[in-house]
């Protein structure tokens, strides 16, 4: 188990990070995480040879599909307006946390699946391989999934500049 | 001049820095000579920076206490262990207090044939499934030894069945001991790290020939068939509609031995 430490430890923050742009809400992310070390603690022994990282995202991210799952068949999805802001993270600054609100809102506009590809590749810096393993789809699958993400992204991002997120339309005065 | 037609792909693998040197190259004069694909593919690279920026600062946050692994790796070694004893205490139970002086008769009473072999399965799935240590002895990149070493000790040739069209993978097997001789042991996982496990032995003369028969004790599931000499069981701690379609595939798979 002396090796698991040293190989799995230095990977926890980037799973965290994966776990909550993807789930948005910090303690289900965190949750999740604690989740997939469990499994990975417990799987240790029987995983197959290959790269760590890319097993330890396959295990997150099925129990993230299942966390969907769960949440959807339960009806219980939080609006992401009415998600506590706290809960996102704690942005050093006022600005950051504004910049950082309003990109995972539009993150957040994405279907999971596309999510998912973005994150995994633009951010985690897997490769399209590793994706394809880590998501149990073929590479075509994933850079088809990556290019509508970064088109739907861009329009989300392109319709903010005629109407910003972040601001609150005011009532009109009449 | 020749190249290669730059494909979408290509793009990506641009704003992904995932070309090799001369293709970046090729890719980078073609948007120069496109400027609105390079408008696009440079706004896509700005999205990339954007997100790797906003969401570095969660990789630096530091690690909540419920994420301490060193505390998870001990907490989990304990549990196994419990699971173990509790596994260890039954069976001692069960053959000091039932058996002692009774035990000569109760192993002339103990079962036969395809009971017998239900009861082997179900009982490696119970002591080997739940270990976290070790489930198997051979994992399955030495599935070419285990094949030999389980074939030479069951004097048959043994074939692990293929069950990853189902979502299965072998994750090894082991040699167990039963009543009526060694028995090979293979078990499978799924995604989700549901186990399985297949045992097969020679059925020695009773029961050679029996159609599939479901068996369950508690909520370990499984069924049990034998065919030409050679029995098989598979359990899991699963519904028995979804075990039957492996049970049915593993059949299918040792007859064409």
């Known amino acids: 188990m002396k090796d698991m430490l040293h190989q799995v430890e230095p990977l926890i923050p980037s799973l965290r990070r994966y776990a909550r742009a993807l789930m948005r809400d910090r303690a289900s992310a965190d949750d999740l995480v604690q989740?997939?070390?469990?499994?990975?603690?417990?799987?240790?022994?029987?995983?197959?040879?290959?790269?760590v990282r890319a097993w330890l995202f396959t295990i997150l991210h099925n129990?993230?599909?299942?966390?969907?799952?769960?949440?959807?068949?339960?009806?219980?999805?939080?609006?992401?307006?009415?998600?506590?802001?706290?809960?996102?993270?704690?942005?050093?600054?006022?600005?950051?946390?504004?910049?950082?609100?309003?990109?995972?809102?539009?993150?957040?506009?994405?279907?999971?699946?596309?999510?998912?590809?973005?994150?995994?590749?633009?951010?985690?810096?897997?490769?399209?391989?590793?994706?394809?393993?880590?998501?149990?789809?073929?590479?075509?699958?994933?850079?088809?999934?990556?290019?509508?993400?970064?088109?739907?992204?861009?329009?989300?991002?392109?319709?903010?500049?005629t109407a910003p997120a972040n601001v609150v339309p005011m009532r009109s005065v009449k | 001049m020749n190249h290669r037609p730059i494909t979408e792909d290509d793009l990506h693998a641009y704003v992904d820095q995932a070309l090799e040197p001369e293709r970046r190259r090729e890719v980078a004069t073609y948007l120069d000579d496109h400027p609105d694909v390079a408008k696009r593919i440079g706004a896509f690279s700005g999205q990339r920076d954007l997100l790797r920026t906003v969401l570095a600062p969660i990789a630096e946050e530091p690690l909540p206490a419920a994420l301490n692994l060193a505390r998870i790796i001990e907490s989990r070694r304990q549990r196994p262990f419990r699971l173990g004893w509790a596994v260890a205490a039954m069976l001692l139970l069960g053959i000091g207090g039932a058996g002692g002086w009774i035990m000569r008769s109760e192993i002339q009473a103990s079962p036969n044939g395809l009971v017998a072999l239900a009861q082997e399965a179900t009982s490696s799935y119970s002591v080997y499934a739940p270990d976290h240590e070790r489930p198997v002895e051979m994992r399955a990149s030495d599935t070419a030894q285990l094949v030999q070493w389980v074939s030479s000790r069951l004097h048959h040739p043994v074939k692990v069945p293929n069950l990853s069209p189902s979502g299965y993978r072998l994750m090894g097997g082991r040699l167990v001991a039963t009543a009526h001789g060694p028995a090979a042991m293979f078990m499978f996982d799924d995604?989700?790290?549901?186990?399985?496990?297949?045992?097969?032995?020679?059925?020695?003369?009773?029961?050679?020939?029996?159609?599939?028969?479901?068996h369950a004790k508690g909520d370990v599931a499984g069924f049990a068939w034998a065919d030409g000499g050679i029995g098989y069981s598979l359990v899991g701690q699963a519904p028995p509609d979804s075990l039957r379609p492996l049970a049915n595939e593993v059949r299918k798979q040792a007859r064409t031995i």
């Open chain 2, 191 to 214: 995604d989700h790290g549901s186990r399985i496990v297949v045992l097969t032995r020679p059925m020695n003369g009773t029961d050679e020939n029996a159609p599939m028969t479901p």
């Open chain 1, 35 to 51: 989740d997939c070390l469990e499994r990975a603690v417990s799987r240790w022994y029987q995983r197959r040879d290959g790269d």
């Open chain 1, 63 to 161: 129990l993230a599909v299942n966390q969907f799952r769960r949440t959807a068949s339960r009806g219980r999805h939080i609006p992401i307006d009415e998600t506590n802001k706290d809960s996102f993270g704690e942005a050093a600054s006022q600005e950051h946390k504004l910049i950082y609100q309003d990109v995972l809102t539009r993150l957040a506009r994405l279907p999971e699946d596309q999510r998912a590809v973005l994150l995994l590749i633009a951010v985690e810096d897997l490769s399209y391989a590793e994706a394809a393993n880590v998501l149990g789809i073929p590479v075509g699958t994933v850079m088809s999934r990556l290019s509508r993400a970064r088109e739907r992204l861009q329009q989300e991002i392109e319709g903010a500049a």
